[in-house]
C-alpha cells in the first residue's frame, strides 16, 4: 500500500460556492491539522505549454481578460470573509477543473480534494451533460478521497424518486 499524502486540504471554489463548503474544507483542515489551499480554476484560460521546471503558460479562450480576473478576486473575497487569517492560501488554475485539481493535489500531496455538489436545475443539468461532473471525474481520476459536499439540504422524502 502506498504512502499516506501529508499535504493540505484542497478546496475547488467559485465565487458562488455556499458557505457550506467552504465551512467544510476548513473543518477538515483542522481536524487534519493541515493548510488549506483554496484552488480556483479559471476555465476562460487554457495552458499553452509548460516550462521543464512545471511553469505553466496560458491564453486566454476568450478575449475578455478581465473577467476571469473578477472571478479570482470574488474568490478571494469570498475566502477573506469565511476563513479565518492565515489558515489559506490561494491558488488561481486554468484550465479543465477536474484536471487542474488533480493536478494541483499531485503537487502539493494533499490529504483530500474538496468539492460541492451540482446546483440543481436545468441549466446545471446541461452543462453537467457536457462537461460532465467535476466530482465523478475526479473520484476517477486520481487516488485520494474526494469529499463531495451537498448545496442544499436534503429532499423530503416525499421529494426523493427513489423512496417508496
Same mark, same amino acid.
Given at each position: 500500500?502506498?504512502? !499516506?499524502a501529508v499535504? %493540505?486540504?484542497? /478546496?475547488?471554489? &467559485?465565487? @458562488?460556492?455556499p458557505?457550506r463548503?467552504?465551512?467544510e474544507?476548513?473543518?477538515?483542515?483542522?481536524?487534519?491539522?493541515?493548510?488549506?489551499?483554496?484552488?480556483?480554476v479559471?476555465? &476562460?484560460?487554457?495552458v499553452?505549454?509548460a516550462? %521543464? @521546471?512545471g511553469?505553466e503558460?496560458?491564453? =486566454?479562450?476568450?478575449?475578455?481578460?478581465?473577467a476571469?480576473?473578477?472571478q479570482?478576486?470574488?474568490?478571494?473575497?469570498?475566502?477573506?470573509?469565511?476563513?479565518? %487569517?492565515?489558515?489559506?492560501?490561494?491558488?488561481s488554475l486554468?484550465?479543465? %477543473?477536474?484536471?487542474?485539481l488533480?493536478?494541483l493535489?499531485d503537487? #502539493?500531496?494533499?490529504?483530500?480534494?474538496?468539492v460541492g455538489?451540482?446546483?440543481?436545475?436545468?441549466? !446545471? &443539468?446541461?452543462?453537467e451533460?457536457? &462537461?460532465?461532473?467535476?466530482?465523478?471525474?475526479?473520484?476517477h481520476r486520481?487516488?485520494?478521497p474526494? /469529499?463531495? #459536499? =451537498? /448545496?442544499?439540504? =436534503?429532499?423530503?422524502d416525499?421529494?426523493d424518486p427513489?423512496?417508496?
Amino acid at each position: 500500500m502506498g504512502e !499516506e499524502a501529508v499535504g %493540505p486540504v484542497v /478546496l475547488g471554489a &467559485t465565487a @458562488d460556492l455556499p458557505d457550506r463548503v467552504w465551512t467544510e474544507a476548513a473543518r477538515y483542515a483542522r481536524l487534519f491539522g493541515r493548510d488549506l489551499i483554496v484552488a480556483y480554476v479559471d476555465v &476562460t484560460r487554457f495552458v499553452t505549454y509548460a516550462d %521543464p @521546471d512545471g511553469v505553466e503558460h496560458s491564453a =486566454p479562450i476568450d478575449l475578455n481578460l478581465a473577467a476571469g480576473q473578477a472571478q479570482a478576486d470574488a474568490v478571494r473575497a469570498r475566502a477573506e470573509k469565511l476563513l479565518a %487569517p492565515d489558515s489559506w492560501s490561494l491558488r488561481s488554475l486554468v484550465g479543465d %477543473p477536474a484536471m487542474a485539481l488533480k493536478d494541483l493535489a499531485d503537487q #502539493v500531496d494533499a490529504v483530500m480534494i474538496v468539492v460541492g455538489t451540482r446546483r440543481r436545475g436545468f441549466g !446545471e &443539468t446541461l452543462r453537467e451533460f457536457f &462537461t460532465g461532473s467535476v466530482a465523478a471525474r475526479l473520484a476517477h481520476r486520481q487516488h485520494r478521497p474526494v /469529499l463531495v #459536499v =451537498p /448545496l442544499e439540504e =436534503p429532499l423530503a422524502d416525499a421529494d426523493d424518486p427513489w423512496v417508496e
